[in-house]
Structure formats: C-alpha cells, structure tokens
C-alpha cells in the first residue's frame, strides 16, 4: 500500500507529479516518459537514468534549481527529503526559533540537496560538510550554478570523527541545528541481504556510491558516534537531528537516549511505498516528546509476542541462566546470533538463521533411528549366516576363516558407515545449496527480561525468506527444549 496518505501535510508532493505537463515543459522528461492504452504516462522506476531525469526536472519546476547528478552518486528522492526538512520546521517552531536559522547538514553529497532546499525554501544559512572530495567539489558547483554560495558554505572533513572535527579550530561555533542521513549498511553482504527475496522486487532503480551506502558499523554505529559526539558539544548544537533507515536501530538508539535520560522525539518519514524515520535529540530544557509527539494517529502497531520461560529443577533462575540456554539452543540450531544489549533487567539478541535446521525434528529422528536399526539388522544378519555356515561343518574355522569373517563384518560397517557419510554430505550440500539461494532464512531480535520474579522472552521479526512463521517455529524449538 502507498504509504502517501501518511505523508507529511505540507509536502508538495502528497498530490503526486502531473507527467503529462512536465513532459510538455521538460523535452529530457519527454524523452524517457511511455504511454500506456489508457494514455497514462509514466517512466521507468527502475532505471537509474529515468530517476535522475525526473528529480533534476522536479528540482526545477517546484523549487527553480538547477542541480547536477552524477550518474555514479545517489539520486536524492524529493519527497523523502522534503519530508526531512519539514520535520525541522517543525522542531524548530516548537522550541520557537524562527528566524535567523543555522543548520549543519553531515554528508551533505554531490547534491547538496538539503542545503539547497533549505536555503531555498525558508532562506536557511547552512553549512554542509562532506568526506568525499569528489562529491564535495559537485556540490560546490551546485551552489555556485544557483548563486547560493552566500547562504551555503561547505567544509571537507578528513578525520575519523563526525563533529569533532567541526569546533577544534573555533569553540564557539553555534547551529541550531544539525541533521543527517548516514550510509545504512556495514558492508555490501548486507546491503544485498537486506531486502527478503520473500519481499517483492523494489519499485524504483538503486543508486548510489559506496561511500554513500556504506560505513563501518552501519548506521547503527554511525549514530551511536554521533550521538556521543554530541555530548561534547551539546551547547555548539541546540538540536540533532538523523534520519533512520531500520526501524530496529530506532529502537536501539532510543533506548540508548533513555538510558542516558536524553530528551528526544522521533517521528516517521512516509513516501510512496518507503518509510524511513527520524530522530531528534537535545540536551536543552526542552521536552520533545511532548512539545511534538511522533503522530497524532500512529497507525497499529503490531504487538510483539512474548512468552514464559519456566523455571526448571536444579536450575538457577535468573537472567544470565535464561539467556545463557537460550544461546545454547541457538548454538545446537547452528543459528549466528549477537548480544546487542545489555542493560538492568534486559538483554537484547540479534540472531540470523541462514539454514533452516529446526523444522521436522522428529523426522530427522526417526530417519536417525530406523538407519541405526537398518545397520544393526544387517550385522545381525551377517553373523548368523557365518554361525549357520560353522553348524554345518561348510568350512573349517582357519586364521584365514576368521580373517575372512572379521573383514566381512568390517565390509558391512564400512558400507554402512559410507552410506551415513553420504546421507549426511547430501544435506550439508542441501542446506548450504538453501544458504546460497536463500540468504537469511530469519532474522529476528530475541529479548530475555525479568518482570515480577519472571524470566520472559519476547521476539521481534525483523526480515527473512520464512517471515514470521519461521521465527514461531525457533521460538516452538526453544519451547520444547526447555528442559
């Protein structure tokens, strides 16, 4: 379902574009735009070039900018952004700033395109810093082509750091505020894992450099800098802003603000059929939470389950206990799993099952056992006919004979034991034949926590090919198990 209904409700873009008339202002539009029999006109979502045609003409018609995309560098989606920038507006007006506004956009890319909104838009003075010299000197172009160089400056950042860097040559340098969009993913493994092959195809091309994708420790870690770089700094910058890719690290991020009694709001940034989230946070005397709550109307909200895990005979009962059988479950599964938090009465898993080695246990039993049995017949078998052949005076028992006997016997366990070898190598093969097919079959996040003297464990689905299913088959194993 198109999520524009939950768009916010001054973007521009809630009434989607006419194509029919940007066709006829825009002869680039015109020439990558199709008509259907209906006569509706359309373009290609998932072609690159067609995306970046679209925005530099949308920049154009809606907001006079003249902008260049690299073909090798993200196309910035319009409504996303704007959707950003109105959320400050926002922010800014609930703690009642509204004029002489100074933001600092963190990676601002060859486009620029939150400086040159803001500039635009509400004649912000922004400030943009970039780590790429390539994207900074695009960007740099950009502002001079639509003579906005008097309310845009940018700054290349060479260290580690995200702000740091920023207040070393002068303390005093004030924003207020900053904002950012960081590379979502830790490496390319799981940049191409996460999306469920389950899931269907995106509609729109992908795009984007490396850089721009991709930062040690993905966003989660990005932020988490961010938001201990803020401490230092929380009189140069009234209110920080990010956005967010995975509703999980919202999660996570927020607990950490919580555990530090950080004031913070958040909120969702819905377009087309992508949602994406923001996070503000400020060390000022100013209640975000309540001067401007994450929705009026939040949509439902799909509760978590959580269940019981008993106490057990002979067993302490206690977080480190529950969570230490817990992993060893998973362990017997051959399920990856990461302590993500640790904190008070709570710890927090995140695991991964590329393999599905939990379904049909008790088949897997049964095949176990009748193959034990199938062994132990054909050795029983096998000494009667050498003791029926020795009743019947058929040879004499020589040192040749019983060598004779003892190899038969060790024929038929070899054989035997070559059979279980192969039945066994053919479900390695089968399961990592699903590995490399599937990707991740299921990744959840498992929290084990004590209320009222009770060990509870509550799952959360996040992705995979077996969706929510599977992960109530891992919690039905655990279950059984627990013992």
């Known amino acids: 379902m198109a999520m524009n209904r939950f768009m916010h409700p001054r973007n521009i873009y809630k009434t989607p574009p006419d194509f029919i008339q940007l066709a006829k202002d825009f002869s680039e539009f015109s020439k990558i735009t199709k008509t259907d029999v209906t006569g509706k006109v359309t373009i290609d979502f998932k072609d690159p070039q067609s995306l970046r045609v679209l925005t530099k003409c949308l920049l154009k018609k809606d907001f006079n900018l003249d902008v260049e995309i690299p073909s090798d560098r993200l196309v910035p989606t319009l409504p996303l952004r704007l959707n950003y920038i109105l959320w400050i507006e926002d922010i800014l007006a609930a703690v009642e700033i509204f004029t002489d506004v100074k933001g600092l956009d963190i990676g601002t890319g060859a486009c620029a395109i939150y400086p040159l909104l803001a500039a635009v838009k509400n004649q912000w003075l922004m400030y943009g ?25 940018l700054k290349i950042n060479t260290t580690s750091s995200i702000i740091d860097y920023l207040f070393t040559e002068n303390e005093t340098v004030y924003y207020d505020f900053c904002m950012c969009n960081p590379p979502f993913y830790s490496t390319m493994m799981e940049l191409w894992e996460s999306r469920s092959p389950a899931r269907p195809p995106p509609k729109n091309g992908f795009t984007g450099s490396p850089q721009e994708l991709i930062t040690e420790g993905g ?22 802003t990010s956005m967010i890719g995975h509703k999980f690290n919202l999660a996570q991020l927020i607990d950490d603000l919580k555990s530090d009694n950080i004031n913070y709001t958040h909120t969702e940034f819905c377009q087309g059929r992508v949602t994406r989230w923001g996070l503000a946070w400020t060390f000022h005397d100013y209640d975000l939470l309540q001067l401007l709550p994450p929705r009026d109307k939040p949509r439902k909200k799909i509760q978590p389950l959580v269940f019981l895990l008993p106490e057990l005979p002979n067993c302490t009962y206690d977080l480190a206990s529950a969570s230490n059988k817990v992993k060893t479950i998973l362990d017997r599964l051959g399920i990856a799993y990461e302590v993500v938090e640790k904190r008070g009465n709570t710890i927090k898993i995140d695991m991964v099952a590329k393999v599905n080695t939990w379904s049909n246990q008790r088949r897997k039993r049964r095949q176990e056992k009748r193959m034990q049995e199938e062994t132990d017949v054909k050795k029983m078998k096998s000494n009667n006919l050498e003791l029926n052949d ?15 006997v003892q190899s038969n016997a060790e024929l038929v366990v070899n054989k035997v034991i070559e059979k279980n070898n192969e039945d066994s ?59």
């Open 219 to 240: 966003e989660l870690e990005f932020c988490r800098k961010l938001i201990a770089e803020s401490k230092k700094y929380c009189y140069n910058i009234l209110i920080f």
């Open 390 to 404: 020795m009743k019947n005076g058929s040879f004499e028992i020589t040192e040749n004979t019983s060598s004779h």
């Open 425 to 483: 190598n053919a479900v390695r093969s089968t399961e990592s034949e699903q590995e490399g097919l599937l990707g991740i079959q299921v990744r959840a996040v498992l929290k084990i926590f004590k209320k009222d003297n009770e060990i509870l464990l509550e799952t959360e689905f996040i992705n995979g090919t077996l969706g929510k299913e599977g992960l109530h088959q891992i919690v039905q194993f655990i279950k059984n198990n627990w013992k």
């Open 129 to 153: 810093t970039e780590t790429d010299a390539n994207s900074l000197k695009v960007a740099q172009e950009n502002i001079q082509k639509n003579n906005l160089q008097d309310l845009i400056k």
